[in-house]
């Protein structure tokens, strides 16, 4: 008995071996569980093949259309994208990496109505909401166990834009830190503006306008996400309802736009959405998603010297309302995630020209949202 184990030791590294040629990783996948979904999933993702493989799962989670993951791997939080009123939510969950086990810690209310997107200091102290019907950011602090706590800060945006159809009230979107993390930006989609905070963890409101507290988007353009260049020279800004991505010169909590690009063709005459934004790792390349009748990927290049875009490449996201993407930690993959046809594509990364291949990988989830890597410990 003694010796068929030691076998079977010397026998286990080559097995696993064969089932993966790369560093593997959780990937995470928020949803919204008004269709086929149940909660959040948990997949292994192997970085040298882009296969995927089931995992866990944690259910009885409301619309968790978007997470984040703490630096520690060990917290995930979720909103809970709810509410006509200011009855939306955040969830807090334990996590185990190696097992993809989830477990409820607590819940708070986000002070807002459907709250869409949730970003983390990186040393899991507060966490930023932004309620999008609620047209608020609020922050809620984290303590050492992982839950949340009371004595938030609500920021509640004001005014109006010129799409009287989409634009009659703020709709706060996003929310990103510096590099430094002494400041805070976050989109306001509803009122056309980016705006800008100075952040300090240990003050009772952490949150501080800066002056000028904004800038402007174009009119109608509709701010959704952002994305930091890696040099933290340059940040980006993609519109939803004008599918466009601005460039900003960034210094200390200062923007200033340099350039815009479209991402819409010539002779496109269908409806538009711009969805997502990320940058490679390597600061050579920038992708966006782009939804409604496009449903579709596109690549710039990066000017290193500039931070100015020049297109690439548009491909087929493959499925319906390419919503939001994720570049996977090895450079090697983008996953995006489709969430009305109910499935994420994996697409291979040429690193020298940036341009993507599909890999006939795919994986079948209820209306995903958001996608998330965490290394397995």
Do not use: W
């Not at 997470?67 to 334990?94: L, P």
């Not at 109505?113 to 970003?119: F, M, Q, T, V």
């Not at 210094?251 to 269908?270: A, Y």
Request: a neutral charge.
């Amino acid at each position: 008995m003694k010796k068929f184990f030691g076998i079977a030791l010397l026998v286990l590294p080559a097995f696993l071996h064969a089932q993966t040629s790369g560093k593997v990783y959780d990937l995470l996948v928020g949803t919204y569980t008004t269709g086929k979904s149940q909660g959040i999933y948990v997949y292994h993702f192997d970085t040298g093949t882009g296969k995927i493989s089931y995992l866990n799962k944690v259910t009885g989670v409301d619309n968790p259309s978007y997470i984040a993951i703490a630096n520690d791997h060990h917290f995930v939080y979720s909103v809970n994208e709810v509410g006509t009123d200011r009855k939306g939510s955040v969830s807090a969950f334990g996590f185990e990496p190696l097992t993809g086990q989830l477990t409820l810690i607590n819940k708070q209310p986000s002070i807002g109505a459907g709250p869409c997107y949730i970003l983390l200091d990186k040393k899991r102290r507060t966490a930023f909401v932004a309620n999008y019907a609620g047209g608020s950011l609020t922050t809620l602090p984290i303590l050492e166990d992982g839950s949340l706590a009371t004595k938030p800060q609500n920021i509640q945006d004001s005014g109006s834009s010129i799409d009287k159809t989409r634009q009659n009230e703020p709709h706060v979107h996003t929310a990103i830190l510096s590099p430094d993390e002494k400041y805070l930006m976050y989109t306001d989609l509803g009122t056309d503006k980016i705006n800008i905070y100075k952040y300090d963890h240990s003050a009772a409101q952490p949150l501080t306008p800066v002056d000028p507290a904004f800038v402007m988007a174009t009119p109608g353009g509709g701010p959704r996400h952002l994305a930091f260049h890696p040099n933290g020279k340059f940040l980006y800004l993609i519109q939803e309802m004008g599918a466009r991505i601005a460039v900003y010169y960034y210094h200390k909590g200062q923007l200033k736009e340099t350039s815009t690009v479209s991402l819409i063709p010539d002779g496109f005459k269908g409806a538009v959405g711009a969805a997502d934004i990320h940058i490679s790792a390597n600061g050579k390349f920038l992708y966006s998603t782009n939804r409604g009748d496009a449903n579709e990927i596109e690549v710039f290049s990066i000017d290193k010297s500039t931070g100015a875009l020049t297109f690439v490449q548009r491909t087929s996201s493959l499925g319906k309302t390419p919503r939001n993407f994720t570049l996977d930690p090895s450079g090697n993959f983008l996953l995006v995630a489709n969430q009305n046809s109910d499935d994420v594509y994996v697409f291979r990364i040429d690193k020298e020209t940036g341009k993507l291949t599909y890999t006939g990988e795919k994986l079948e989830v209820g209306n995903p949202s958001c996608l998330k890597f965490c290394p397995v410990e």
